[in-house]
């Protein structure tokens, strides 16, 4: 299966973006209860490790990967 790839940019003057809230702004998944899941099954990898914490601050530079989806933040 092949990987989709998503560059998602910060808002200008925002330095991270919480977990869940990145899922939900990349359009992954659909709902904010749907990112916490994830994240709590341990689905959801950052920089290659499993992230379980929800509100983990994502900063510029860190690939974040569910299933065959991967977020790269810039």
Request: no cysteine; net charge negative.
């Amino acid at each position: 299966m092949k990987t989709q790839r998503i560059i998602f940019e910060l808002r200008e003057g925002d330095e991270f973006i919480p977990l869940i809230q990145l899922l939900k702004a990349a359009g992954v998944v659909d709902t904010g209860s749907e990112a916490q899941e994830v994240v709590t099954a341990g689905l959801v990898l950052r920089n290659g490790d499993v992230e379980t914490r929800k509100r983990a601050k994502i900063t510029t530079g860190e690939i974040i990967q569910l299933q065959n989806i991967e977020i790269e933040v810039k």
